[in-house]
Nanobody, 126 residues
Framework: QVQLVESGGGLVQAGGSLRLSCAAS????????MGWFRQAPGKEREFVAT????????YFADSVKGRFTISRDNAKNTVYLEMNSLKPEDTAVYYC???????????????????WGQGTQVTVSS
């Protein structure tokens, strides 16, 4: 059973940085595009970033563009989200997810993803 496990969340002051990791089990990691979403209390889950299977293409939500970077290491079955210049409004539970087979790599809606991690909390204090 393939699983996704996020790590790296925590409490950081505004302007600080965090690096999230998402480790995948199984042998097919490199055949799937991957993404990150986040969900703040009382809000819907929102798209953050996505990366293609080979890691050559990425796409970001406007709210994080220029501050966040997504990358992957297929040899380690891991996808990363580097978050810089963090703001209090970035506070949320962050989820990594696997793009559904056959969907476009730059998927931005939750229904285009078929496997989710358990989430990691990121809290940015002002």
């Amino acid at each position: 059973q393939v699983q996704l496990v996020e790590s790296g969340g925590g409490l950081v002051q505004a302007g600080g940085s965090l690096r999230l990791s998402c480790a995948a089990s199984g042998r097919t990691f490199s055949t799937y595009a991957m993404g990150w979403f986040r969900q703040a209390p009382g809000k819907e889950r929102e798209f953050v970033a996505t990366i293609s299977r080979g890691g050559t293409s990425t796409y970001f939500a406007d709210s994080v563009k220029g501050r966040f970077t997504i990358s992957r290491d297929n040899a380690k079955n891991t996808v990363y989200l580097e978050m810089n210049s963090l703001k209090p409004e970035d506070t949320a539970v962050y989820y990594c997810a696997r793009v559904r087979a056959g969907a476009w790599d730059m998927a931005m809606t939750p229904t285009e993803y078929d496997l989710w991690g358990q989430g990691t909390q990121v809290t940015v204090s002002s």
